[in-house]
């Protein structure tokens, strides 16, 4: 029999302060009180944490909760033990006495709820106290990162099902086991329930659409996007604002930049001291810090309801690591921004951290030899270029010496040996501290074939991240196709895509939908890989519809890169690359085209004629159309705060232009305008006076 969830209100309300659970936190609540145990997927701002933590509230006993990060664990014990809940954690940021004493009070059944990290499990103290406590449920968060398919993936994380294991035979009985996470596709749900080993679980999806975001990506001119965000930050000034970059030398940059400009910020990455990270992400979410410049390192369980802008500084590797960046804006459910900055120097760091994290299987047995040999009297040092050398020398000489063996590699380079030290870390077979490394978890007889497909599957992340950045379609369906939701072609009006589309529809200052120079030229490049193949064979490369197993390393590296476009747009941008002399008849790049897309020759490829029958001049002056934007967005703004809506559902961009542009503002040229009646009784008043009274109080040059 289902157990009744409303008897658990009253505890609700008064521990956590809610009337009810939200309608999808219902269903997992009812699965976590029926010891069931559970797959739940929640959208970020869903309210993962409440569905295991009211059931461990409300039926006594001890949770130990598993989470990645110091920081997130500290955030939750801090409020729960504000709401008067028995809880505590143990991370290495604790000196060794306060952990005794958590383990000593853990054994004894202190704590309602207790937060550790996966490599806790390692810790026999810890272990021992666990197994004294009455423990009846293990939760699981960010549980993505058991998955070599996830953004984050922690090989910690995909042992804790065999840690599990061993736990409930030491105890003699099972243990309930709840997993969650915000971001997972149909295949890191199967690696989920796998690597944790859920028992039959009861599997609950949330829809992955965040209405109240509005998402956009920008182009930017320069790799350098300092101005472009200077300019971002001062259209949204008082709002709290998080600006993701994908390396810590970016985040020092720009953080340099922007405060040099006046701006309050400030930064967050790993290679801050500890005590000053917490610092910092305390002042954020107080209030007192209201723009953060900072890596992924950032904000995964952080809980801050009202950021209301998230800027991209740098494309993610990924749209799992995107979703879950620009997620953090508008958690309190308000209207807010993601928008991301573009540029194609944004590629080059994925490339290298591709190769960086995914070595080519057949090297990494040489490497992980002449590693083991450094390490095994003890902690030392790992010359990177000095391994190299040696391992390189070796093999040439065997290669020499015995020709009939074989020997596949005749060099290995720096980068094999640093991506190779990378894998063997995580996956916890040598352990770093203080620039020295030593053996952990050694697998003498490991084999690494896995380390192809997964450097395949980063690849095919790369390439879906890079084709929603540039394609014309709403971005919005794109996301929620890309987590398997299979919704039918829609637009969603509240992203850039979608607003430019009715911008032109409305003409309005029209736009022409012309393709970037940026994807021709990554079309360009992915022809000439595979000029030898039939152009059906191509296509389904470029579509990403054909297995990666059955693709060479070249071709898995542009797999799915046009994923998001239409047929019959490329098949157009292929003639059109063809009769610029771009490509020859067998898609192949010629000398003009090389020229082409290494900058060195410009061709106006793409770009659509201008119109003649544009006016020359505005029938207004354009101090005063400018002006007028700038007040119906602040009124927009004003207004879809106050009634707690999308800014996209009072007016879209087209509209402000078109308001912007009439000669005469009255209700009448509002109607004429093609403004709605409802809309005009509701909302035309209060813009009318806004700009009336922005006008009076400005002198023009007429």
């Known amino acids: ?47 993962k944490s409440l569905t295991y933590q009211m059931p461990a509230v409300y039926r006594g006993g001890t949770t130990l909760v598993i989470s990645p990060l110091i920081s997130l664990m500290k955030d939750q014990v801090d409020a729960l033990v504000g709401k008067g809940v028995a809880a505590a954690y143990v991370n290495s940021s604790l000196a060794l006495e306060d952990v005794q004493q958590r383990y000593s009070t853990l054994s004894k059944g202190g704590y309602a709820m207790f937060y550790v990290s996966p490599e806790r499990f390692q810790d026999q103290a810890f272990l021992q106290a666990l197994a004294r406590s009455p423990l009846n449920m293990i939760a699981i968060d960010e549980a993505h990162c058991a998955s070599q ?47 944790l080993k859920l028992r039959t679980p009861d599997v609950h999806i949330q829809d992955f659409d965040r209405e109240n975001l509005t998402y956009a990506v920008i182009m930017a001119k320069k790799s350098d996007r300092s101005v472009e965000i200077l300019q971002t930050l001062e259209e949204h000034q008082g709002d709290c604002s998080i600006i993701y970059c994908v390396t810590v030398k970016e985040v020092e940059r720009l953080y340099e930049r922007l405060k040099a400009a006046g701006v309050d910020v400030n930064r967050y990455h790993g290679r801050l001291e500890t005590e000053e990270k917490n610092q910092i992400q305390e002042e ?31 494309m993610p590797g990924s749209l799992e690591a995107w979703y879950q960046e620009a997620g953090r ?34 090297r990494v047995e040489p490497i992980k030899e002449a590693i083991g040999r450094i390490l095994q009297y003890g902690p030392n040092s790992l010359d990177s270029r000095q391994i190299a050398m040696n391992i390189t020398g070796q093999l040439n000489v065997l290669n020499s010496a015995l020709p009939e063996m074989g020997v596949r590699v005749m060099e290995i380079t720096r980068n094999d040996v640093l991506a190779t ?141 046009f994923a998001w476009h239409a047929l019959g747009d490329l098949r157009r941008w292929v003639k059109n690359l063809i009769d610029n002399e771009v490509i020859d008849d067998q898609r192949k790049l010629t000398a003009k085209g090389l020229e082409w897309v290494e900058g060195r020759l410009e061709i106006p490829i793409g770009q659509k004629p201008q119109r003649q029958d544009t006016p020359a001049t505005p029938v207004l002056p354009m101090q005063v159309i400018d002006n007028r934007v700038k007040v119906i967005r602040r009124w927009r703004k004003s207004v879809a705060y106050q009634e707690e809506v999308p800014e996209i559902n009072l007016l879209n961009e087209a509209q402000i232009q078109k308001i912007a542009h009439l000669e005469t503002l009255n209700l009448d040229a509002l109607k004429g305008a093609g403004f709605l009646q409802t809309w005009v009784d509701q909302h035309a008043k209060t813009i009318l006076t806004a700009i009336e009274k922005q006008e009076r109080t400005t002198e023009y040059e007429l």
């Open 329 to 362: 804006a508008g958690r309190d459910g308000k209207p807010a921004k993601a928008i991301l900055f573009y540029h194609d120097a944004d590629k080059n760091i994925h490339r290298f951290f591709i190769g960086q994290a995914s070595p080519e299987s057949y």
């Open 1 to 47: 029999m289902d157990f009744d969830i409303s008897l658990m209100r009253d505890v609700l309300k008064s521990t956590f302060g809610f009337d009810d659970f939200r309608d999808l936190q219902k269903p997992i609540v009812q699965s976590v009180m029926n010891k069931r145990d559970t797959l739940a997927i929640l959208k970020t701002s869903g309210g």
């Open 284 to 314: 954020f979410i107080n209030g007192n810090i209201k723009c953060l410049i900072a890596t992924s390192a950032f904000g995964m369980g952080v809980d801050k309801a009202d950021v209301r802008l998230v800027i991209h500084a740098q």
């Open 421 to 561: 030290i990378t894998l063997l870390k995580n996956q916890g077979e040598i352990e770093e501290r203080d620039g020295l490394y030593a053996v952990g978890n050694w697998q003498e007889s490991a084999e690494y074939v896995w380390v192809d497909e997964v450097k395949r599957h980063n690849w095919l992340k790369y390439n879906a991240m890079c084709s929603w950045c540039e394609t014309n379609l709403c971005r919005r369906w794109q996301i929620l196709r890309y987590f398997d939701e299979r919704k039918p072609h829609y637009h969603c009006g509240n992203c850039d895509n979608c607003q430019r589309e009715a911008l032109s529809a409305m003409q309005v200052n029209t736009v022409e939908k012309a393709v970037r120079p940026s994807t021709l030229i990554a079309l360009a490049n992915a022809l000439n890989v595979m000029s030898d193949k039939h152009h059906k064979q191509w296509e389904h490369i470029v579509l990403g519809t054909l297995p990666v197993s059955e693709l060479t390393e070249a071709e898995t590296q542009i797999s799915g890169r």
């Open 149 to 195: 398919w996830g953004h984050d993936f922690r090989p910690a994380y995909s042992r804790l099902g065999e840690y599990l294991d061993n736990l409930e035979v030491h105890l003699r009985r099972p243990v309930q086991r709840v997993a969650l996470t915000a971001t997972a596709n149909s295949r890191v749900q199967h690696d989920i329930v796998t690597m």
